[in-house]
């Protein structure tokens, strides 16, 4: 039986909608770029089903899944602020399923790379965007580069 393609989580903002951009910024280029990468996009942004509205038809890309948020328990939000945690992060992994995974955000840190090693079963990577011109080649090549198997194991926190 063939293995599911590892997921690619995208953020909106800063990521896929550079800092300051306007929606009308967006080209087709981008999205043939996530297109080509050897993964299941799944949008994980607080735009949640908006990114299939707005986002995707712009790049060019068909409906995607979409990550949507439960909302967390007192316990696990007090655990997050003390370790530092991403309010994304312990959704994700519940989200992959222990499915392999690529992050791709704005915002997150080692700490999130380090949580998720200690609590996902498959392999993950999470890669900070740090351009704010969103994803940049480099982000692609190193997200491109993990995504086919070069890069084994948990990943932490990549950057261009």
Not at 9 to 38: N, S, Y
Not at 92 to 113: C, H, I, K, P, S
Request: with cysteine.
């Amino acid at each position: 039986m063939l293995e599911p393609l590892p997921l690619l989580f995208l953020d909106v903002d800063g990521v896929v909608l550079p800092i300051g951009a306007e929606l009308e910024d967006l080209g087709t280029a981008l999205g043939r770029q996530l297109a080509a990468l050897h993964c299941e996009l799944v949008w994980a942004t607080a735009w949640q089903h908006d990114a299939n509205e707005e986002i995707a038809p712009r790049i060019g890309l068909p409906r995607l899944p979409v990550v949507e948020w439960r909302d967390t328990t007192v316990a696990e939000d007090d655990e997050d602020t003390y370790l530092g945690l991403h309010w994304k992060t312990r959704l994700l992994v519940e989200w992959a399923a222990g499915r392999d995974f690529a992050w791709v955000d704005d915002e997150v840190t080692d700490t999130d790379a380090n949580w998720i090693a200690e609590h996902h079963q498959g392999r993950a990577m999470v890669h900070r965007v740090r351009s704010p011109g969103g994803l940049s080649p480099a982000d692609f090549a190193v997200v491109g580069r993990w995504l086919r198997g070069v890069r084994g194991g948990v990943g932490g926190v990549g950057g261009s």
